[in-house]
Structures are given as C-alpha cells and as structure tokens.
C-alpha cells in the first residue's frame, strides 16, 4: 500500500481504496477513514490538503461531493449511510509516516495494540518516523520506538505551540474567509444521508 495512506482494514480499507484517487485528483490526502455506527453507519473521512495547508468548510464541501459520488457509484455499504468529510483538526490523529516526521518536536499520546516493554500507551513529544517505526521520547527522558503498524491511535496533543504551528499552516485570506476556515476545522461539512 501506499506510504502515503494511513493503514486500515476491512471496509475502511476498501473505502480508501475507492475514494484516495479521487482526492488526490482533487490536490487532498486521507488522514483517516472511519465507519461508525452498524444500523446507519456514518463513514467518516478526514482529509489534508496536499500542500500542507488547513482545509476550509468548502474544500470539506468539494471533497464531500466528489466522494458521496464515487461511493454511490461503487455502493460499498448496504443500505443507508451518512458521510461526514472533516479536516484533521489541531490536535489531529498521527496515522501516517509523513504525520509523525511533519509534526516532529510537538507532544502526543500513543496506544499500540501490542504492549512494548510492558507498555500500551505512550505520552511524549514526536521525534519522526521511517516506513517502519514511529519514535517518541516519552516524559521520562527515554525513547519508544512504536511499530506503524501496531499503533492503535495516536493523536496530538493540543499545546500553544501546536496552535501557533497550526496558525502558520493557514494559506493567506482574506480576514473574514478566516473566520469560515477556523469553523471549518472545528465543525466537520454538512452531513450527506445515503
């Protein structure tokens, strides 16, 4: 699969399969893929723009469209469903390579599926990634090297120098475009009922 994808399995895996080219297409990458719920499941899907800056309520809206269509197309999930398209947020999940190393020296809690000297969960700051392994230097000075592929989560923790960091990734606007863009990243687009 492809480094750039975070790794998912089952239905969530072949939903990134179906929708990751037409993002792509559309200059944005998956950060995550959910399906939540078993009687009407909302699929979820967290999105960056590839230019690494923060997605806007319309860049949600575009993706939401292009993506409700391939879904319907392809019909992946029975019966009704609700799509929901977000940004990652501020305080965003670690799902990627390129997530840990673009987000090195800030803080974040991890939780691996499979204890590591003991241990399931992880609280430091990032220190990067290689396609293997994530690494963390743990609040009490020693490094943890975490299998990609057994990490169960991991998300940021919100800090002013994440907010600040974050702040810098916003493109250039207008003043009053800021203010929808904030929303945009706090408040996921409209839901689509399938």
């Known amino acids: 699969m492809d480094a750039d994808l975070p790794t998912h399995s089952g239905l969530e895996a072949r939903l990134v399969a179906l929708v990751a080219p037409t993002l792509d297409d559309l200059g944005y990458e998956i950060v995550r893929v959910a399906v939540l719920g078993r009687e009407r499941p909302t699929v979820q899907i967290m999105a960056d723009r590839k230019d690494g800056t923060l997605i806007s309520v319309d860049d949600c809206e575009r993706i939401s469209r292009a993506v409700g269509a391939v879904l319907d197309v392809e019909d992946p999930i029975p019966g009704l469903w609700t799509l929901e398209v977000s940004s990652a947020g501020i305080d965003r999940p670690l799902t990627r390579a390129k997530d840990w190393n673009r987000f090195a020296g800030h803080q974040a809690k991890a939780e ?49 120098a994440l907010i600040e960091a974050s702040a810098q990734m916003a493109r250039p606007t207008a003043e009053g475009d800021q203010e929808e863009r904030k929303a945009g990243a706090e408040n996921p687009a409209g839901r689509k009922l399938h």
């Open 112 to 160: 691996v599926l499979v204890p590591i000297d003991g241990r399931r969960r992880f609280a430091g700051v990032v220190l990067g990634a290689d396609a293997e392994n994530a690494r963390m230097r743990l609040d009490d000075g020693t490094e943890a090297v975490l299998p990609l592929a057994e990490i169960r989560r991991a998300r940021l923790v919100l800090t002013d």
